[in-house]
């Protein structure tokens, strides 16, 4: 049963365009959130973190926001660069209940087209 | 430079060998994990460990063994038990366990091929 879910396997977006890339949760226990980006053959790097406490935390060109009653988060990218391209997941956990790791999802392949 | 080292980059082995990934940490970090990357899979925890000469086993631990006897080392072993062990393994650390839920820092992965 998959915790976290990231519906979209793929998503392409013209250059200086926003990207908008989105991640379901299931258990209302996750109260951390992080996003990580990856590029092939190589280890994800991570991005951006939001806690259940708050509902949109930015840095830079990227933003997450958090809406707790759909357990709905989305990862904005704008403007959206070429370098961009890679998968994104995003991932849950539990701050402080419990010895629960990251839960990761499928991830979104996105491709940022010049 | 601080860092999470994992070698070999490419390894391949024969079916029904042993073979042993190197995770290396220079963070001072108390905990350290294991993935696996499979296509369309996204990553499967293995195992983790959030103290020296402690782990615990992951979602899909069966075929592997690690060993934590010292902070800087989590040396991940794919079995032959392994029925599907062609992958690209992940090593993670993180400041302190999971209860804290901080943010995990990975290494470079390894592709195992087994042949």
């Known amino acids: 049963d998959q915790q976290v879910k990231q519906n979209s396997p793929s998503l392409s977006v013209q250059e200086g365009r926003i990207s908008i890339l989105n991640c379901d949760y299931t258990n209302s226990m996750f109260d951390y959130f992080l996003w990580y980006k990856k590029y092939p053959a190589e280890g994800p790097t991570f991005l951006i973190s939001?806690?259940?406490?708050?509902d949109k935390n930015e840095d830079g060109r990227f933003t997450v926001f958090l809406n707790k009653s759909a357990k709905h988060l989305s990862l904005h990218i704008v403007p959206s660069q070429p370098g961009d391209s890679a998968v994104y997941f995003c991932a849950a956990t539990f701050r402080n209940s419990g010895n629960t790791p990251l839960v990761f999802g499928k991830g979104t392949r996105l491709s940022v087209i010049a | 430079d601080g860092g999470i080292t994992q070698s070999p980059k490419y390894l391949f082995r024969k079916e029904g060998q042993n073979v042993t990934l190197s995770c290396e940490q220079n963070?001072?970090?108390?905990?350290m994990y294991w993935y696996r990357q499979d296509p369309g899979q996204g990553l499967r925890l293995i195992y983790y460990s959030q103290i020296v000469n402690d782990f615990q086993k992951g979602d899909i631990a069966e075929g592997y063994s690690v060993s934590r006897e010292k902070k800087e080392s989590f040396p991940l072993t794919v079995t032959s038990a392994q029925k599907n062990p062609t992958a690209f393994y992940l090593c993670?650390?993180?400041?302190?366990?999971?209860?804290?839920?901080?943010?995990?820092?990975f290494g470079p992965g390894t592709r195992l091929t087994v042949l």
């Open positions: 963070l001072n970090h108390d905990a």
């Open positions: 939001i806690s259940s406490i708050k």
């Open positions: 993670a650390s993180s400041i302190r366990g999971t209860g804290s839920a901080d943010t995990q820092y």
